[in-house]
């Protein structure tokens, strides 16, 4: 499993060795447009990986699909690809929904109840409940988010819904709409979600009565995105939770560094730590083959192909994220050795 975020040669090109140290902002337009082709030319024929099949409208999804993002905190997106293409953003909602939570009722109350630990469990894995007592362990997975879900505000249903699909489109800058297609089929196949969500309420930790959770956290994972709309919701994120498009302040500075920190842990599900050690930033996929990492302080990259890892994460996505964090100088704990001309040496 952990070959397939490497990329063949792996270097991130000739004319992007200076950039390899994290700097404080992204590098010119010019150097992300020349980042951008480089990685899509390298990846535009890599095929691996299987479409997801459990959500019978994602089986449809077209494998050849290759789109690429990159916003700044400036609001200047470039793309690359198929950047226009709608996709459901499945699971990458659930670091928005988190992020919103964690504003509506405070870091240490949806601490207390979600948790912030990697399970090192699949997304829908039932045995890291039982495993951990009832415990939903972070955000990220299938339990924690409908955990997450359950405590959104609002009186009813109705509300409740209105407040994610608000509050993400707050993120991107413009209404997010529901593809009902994927919704439909997602609500009429959901049996596991609904058992992991009356699990959790028999041991007393959802908000809000569980089918009615599902419901809401079905559509969130239903709302159409584009590579663009996740680039710009990862901005809103980089930059202290103020939209680059529209200036709105989405959410507190301070629920962005919390909502970063829980992606690092568990962004990627499993392979959260292969996702760290190679990338170096966090990020969050999603099973429809969206992948939206987070330079803190400087963007946000998105990527969209539907071939996916073992884990329910684009390969592609993965592969081309790698490449863009090398040539872009991302990775968060790159340092240059110091030089110490007071010694004469390093
Ligand atoms: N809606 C999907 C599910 O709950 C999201 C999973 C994912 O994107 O990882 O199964």
Redesign the pocket.
């Known amino acids: 499993m952990g070959e397939v975020i490497h990329n063949p040669g792996d270097s991130a090109g000739p004319v992007h060795e200076a950039a390899a140290v994290s700097t404080g902002s992204l590098p010119s337009a010019e150097v992300v447009d020349d980042a951008l082709s480089a990685a899509y030319a390298r990846f535009r024929d890599d095929a691996s990986g299987r479409v ?1 099949d ?2 019978p409208a994602l089986a449809e999804a077209d494998p050849s699909l290759f789109g690429l993002s990159v916003a700044d905190v400036h609001g200047s997106v470039r793309q690359a690809g198929d950047a226009s293409h709608p996709f ?1 953003i ?3 909602s659930k670091a928005f929904v988190f992020a919103l939570v964690d504003q509506a009722l405070g870091r240490e109350s949806v601490r207390r109840r979600v948790g912030v630990n990697n399970t090192g469990l699949p ?2 894995s039932i045995l890291a409940i039982e495993l951990n007592h009832g415990s939903p362990m972070n955000p990220m997975v ?1 339990a924690g ?1 409908l955990a997450t879900t359950s405590l959104v505000p609002g009186a009813d249903a109705a509300d409740r819904w209105d407040f994610v699909q608000q509050g993400l489109s707050r993120f991107a800058g413009r209404e997010l709409k529901l593809d009902m297609r994927v919704y439909t089929s ?1 609500a009429g196949s ?1 049996q ?2 609904e058992s992991i969500a009356r699990l959790l309420d028999s041991y007393e930790r959802l908000g809000w009565d569980p089918i009615q959770t599902t419901d809401v ?2 559509k969130q ?2 709302l159409s995105v584009t590579t663009r709309d996740l680039a710009i919701m990862g901005s809103t994120l980089a930059a202290g939770g103020v939209n680059p498009l529209t200036g709105d302040q989405v959410v507190d500075a301070s629920v962005c560094r919390d909502t970063l920190a829980a992606l690092a842990t568990s962004g990627l ?1 499993e392979r959260s730590g292969d996702w760290l050690y190679e990338i170096g930033m966090p990020g969050k ?4 083959g969206g992948i939206l990492t987070i330079a803190p302080g400087k963007g946000g990259l998105a990527a969209f192909s539907p071939g996916l890892d073992p884990a ?1 994460n684009s390969i592609r996505g993965q592969r081309a994220t790698h490449y863009l964090s090398g040539a872009l100088g991302l990775n968060l704990f790159a340092s240059a050795p110091h030089l110490r001309p007071e010694v004469g040496t390093y």
Do not use: D, K, P
């Open positions: 997801a459990y959500i459901s499945q699971s990458i997304f829908n299938n988010a997602e959901n596991r979600n956290y079905t994972c239903s599900y996929s999603g099973v429809s329910g």
